[in-house]
């Protein structure tokens, strides 16, 4: 029960990204509801799918867990190694900087790197879905990126390095937060100290 919750808030959070690579029916759409209109659905199924997906897979966990394969201890190291630039790929998504006009896509390559770091050591079917849907979502994405012309090179930034210090620092300090806080009390597994 648990796995059919979180799958259907995967097609539900992924399937409204999905959408927007979707030109023409993202433009006939916005054209039909507004754009107010149209964000305001889109963040909305973006709230109920990511709900779906932790309520589901926090009761897949608690009562149907399927382990597929045992990563050793060590993979978890690796995890941390890799989630840490992932968080700050997604900061440096929301402050242009030299790392954004390097990577272009910092928010994919970012969710990239979380969702490797998780598959590397986790082996249960849950998680195989959750971060293995993530990674295909953010592969897909990139592709379709390419293709319909939004990689557009990016322009010198004012900032220049500045913001790729303040992207560091406040990737860094996500990383701790969902390190110290989020991962143990949401998920339920501490991070740093096990």
């Known amino acids: 029960m648990g796995l059919a919750i979180m799958i259907l808030g995967l097609v539900v959070f992924l399937g409204g990204h999905v959408f927007i690579t979707m030109r023409g029916h993202r433009?006939?759409?916005i054209a039909?509801?507004?754009?107010?209109?149209?964000?305001?659905?889109f963040s909305l199924a973006a709230v109920i799918?990511?709900?779906l997906i932790g309520y589901g897979f926090a009761y897949y966990r608690a009562t149907g867990w399927i382990d597929i394969w045992f990563p050793p201890p060590w993979t978890r190291h690796v995890t941390d190694a890799l989630v840490w630039p992932a968080m700050i790929c997604v900061v440096a998504a929301y402050i242009p900087g030299e790392i954004k006009r390097a990577l272009k896509?910092?928010?994919?390559?970012?969710?990239k790197l979380w969702a490797v770091a998780h598959l590397i050591t986790n082996g249960d079917l849950g998680s195989i879905i959750l971060f293995g849907s993530f990674l295909a979502w953010a592969g897909y994405d990139r592709i379709?990126?390419?293709?319909?012309?939004?990689a557009v090179a990016l322009p010198k930034p004012a900032a220049g390095y500045r913001n790729d210090f303040i992207a560091v620092?406040?990737?860094?300090?996500?990383?701790?937060?969902?390190?110290?806080?989020?991962?143990p009390w949401v998920i339920g597994k501490p991070v740093f100290g096990s």
């Open 32 to 41: 039909r509801f507004g754009e107010g209109r149209y964000k305001g659905l």
């Open 169 to 183: 620092v406040v990737g860094t300090l996500v990383y701790f937060a969902l390190g110290l806080w989020f991962h």
């Open 27 to 29: 433009a006939a759409a």
């Open 144 to 150: 379709a990126v390419k293709y319909r012309g939004d």
């Open 105 to 111: 896509h910092p928010m994919l390559v970012g969710v």
């Open 49 to 51: 799918g990511i709900v």
